[in-house]
């Protein structure tokens, strides 16, 4: 049952939503600053953004074919 089904969330945006809590976890507990957070958080994101892109495998040895 989805409660959400407009939502398309996978399991990756699931590990990144549990990885943000533990970040809020963490500063709640460390009382890091707000500034450490947005930068865990944006550390998280380009790190599951560069996760997700794939190398374009056709254009990858294209000089060796001329």
Known sequence: MMIF???KLGLR???MLISVFIMLGL???FKWSV???LSSIIAII???SAG???PDEKNVLAFLKK
């Open 13 to 15: 945006d699931g590990v």
């Open 46 to 48: 380009i790190a599951f």
């Open 27 to 29: 500063t709640l507990v």
């Open 52 to 54: 997700r892109m794939k």
């Open 5 to 7: 089904p407009y939502l």
């Open 35 to 37: 500034w450490e957070f």
